[in-house]
């Protein structure tokens, strides 16, 4: 009972940084409320807060959402969700229409949150970013959202996705600028890699695996920039 109420005394301390772009709904809070209630035990259990900054992870083949808060100066694992629906199959998306889910480094201000998406609650991950742009790659609208269904999106389930897009919202409206969220094919592990040597993307995967292997190492999302058709990764301010 001390827990709960240290909790929720802690949750509506925040201040309102940024509450201006960051869009909500009575469907949105009643969903934040009731999802956060659940997360009180599993957050404790690991030592962690909601309205910590968040880390978005999402491993295609694994069908894996990782969700990651920032304790002290690094990010701890704190949930990984099963991915109900995703469409296309292993690569990055090339144009509108083509039902592929996306690859690389995206990041989600407040401004793409969306408490009223008719997929229950849902962010939009900024694709096309300027690695795709740079790449002529078109496309809109692709979100992480609830539901069980997807046309190039990744569909989480409504209840997983309350809790994704609480712990989310939370961390924005408690002064996170933006979440990055890093979308990789598989584990970029080389026994993965040698499996798909032949594909056509393995040059571009070697790429995003940089971006993965500086967060093992680190457990600090990288800064991430695009130079000659690269993505570059350096220490994020």
């Known amino acids: ?14 201040p309102s940084v940024g509450l201006a772009e960051l869009p909500t709904s009575r469907r949105a809070e009643k969903a934040i409320a009731d999802a956060t209630r659940r997360l ?28 990651w808060l920032k304790r002290g100066d690094r990010f701890v694992l704190f949930k990984t969700y ?13 144009k509108e229409g083509d039902r592929q889910a996306p690859e690389g480094f995206y990041f989600v201000p407040p401004s ?14 900024g694709y096309p970013n300027k690695y795709d742009r740079t790449h002529g790659r078109t496309g809109s609208a692709l979100m992480v959202h609830g539901n ?3 046309i190039g999106c990744y569909a989480m389930g409504d209840k997983e996705i309350e809790e994704i897009y609480a712990l989310c919202h939370l961390a924005l409206k408690n002064g996170q600028r933006f979440f990055r969220v890093h979308v990789f ?3 970029m592990t080389m026994e993965k890699l040698a499996k798909h040597r032949s594909s056509r993307w393995h040059t571009f995967w070697l790429n995003l ?11 600090v999302p990288p800064n991430v920039e695009v130079r000659g058709g690269r993505y570059v990764f350096d220490k994020a301010d």
């Open 1 to 14: 009972m001390h827990l709960r109420i240290i909790f929720f005394l802690c949750l509506f301390a925040m």
């Open 40 to 67: 009180i035990t599993p957050l404790a259990k690991k030592r962690l807060a909601a309205g910590s900054h968040v880390f978005i992870r999402i491993l295609k083949e694994e069908l894996e959402l990782e969700v």
């Open 82 to 94: 099963h991915i109900k629906a995703m469409s296309g199959k292993l690569g990055p998306k090339l």
């Open 112 to 125: 793409r949150m969306n408490p009223n998406s008719k997929f229950h609650l849902s962010f939009n991950l």
């Open 148 to 150: 069980k269904v997807s």
């Open 185 to 187: 094919p598989f584990r």
């Open 209 to 219: 695996k940089e971006g993965y292997e500086w967060f093992e190492k680190n457990r």
